[in-house]
């Protein structure tokens, strides 16, 4: 075997090293922006006559802040989406589309820091 060929081969191997080490996760910036800069946009439509977003909650008998819903441990994309999507006792029945849900669960978490 040509000597070359040896002198290669821990190249071979470290680029295959470097190809297959799996890419780190991109969850530092969780939510699509465009789809927060939509939901922000929804969300003063249809939100803020009762939410507040990350600012002080109008008295102790308001509506939660949407930062500190997304900042609870429990609140998901999922649990967003399941109270959304049921009839509520104190919310007006928002029949929202499945993309404005996505728009306004993306914001929520974001603001949330999630
Ligand atoms: C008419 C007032 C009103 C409007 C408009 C309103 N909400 Fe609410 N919302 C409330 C009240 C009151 C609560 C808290 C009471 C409760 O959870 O039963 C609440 C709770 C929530 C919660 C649950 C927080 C938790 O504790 O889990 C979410 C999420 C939420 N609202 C999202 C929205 C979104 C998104 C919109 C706009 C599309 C919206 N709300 C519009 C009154 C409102």
């Known amino acids: 075997m040509p000597r ?7 190249v071979f191997v470290l680029s295959g090293l470097i ?9 530092q910036a969780a939510q699509a ?4 800069a939509q939901g922000r946009l ?9 939410h507040t977003f990350g600012g002080d909650r109008r008295n102790d008998r308001a509506p939660p802040d949407f930062a500190a819903v997304g900042a609870m441990p429990s609140t998901t994309a999922l649990s967003l989406r399941v ?10 029945d928002l029949v929202l589309e499945e993309g404005q849900i996505q ?3 993306a914001f929520i978490l974001d603001l949330g820091g999630k």
């Open 4 to 10: 070359h060929a040896l002198l290669g081969l821990p």
């Open 19 to 27: 190809l297959f080490t799996p890419a780190p996760p991109v969850a």
């Open 33 to 36: 922006p465009e789809q927060v």
């Open 42 to 50: 929804l969300a003063q439509s249809l939100c803020a006559d009762c």
């Open 83 to 92: 109270f959304l999507k049921s009839p509520h006792a104190t919310m007006p």
């Open 103 to 105: 728009a306004l669960s």
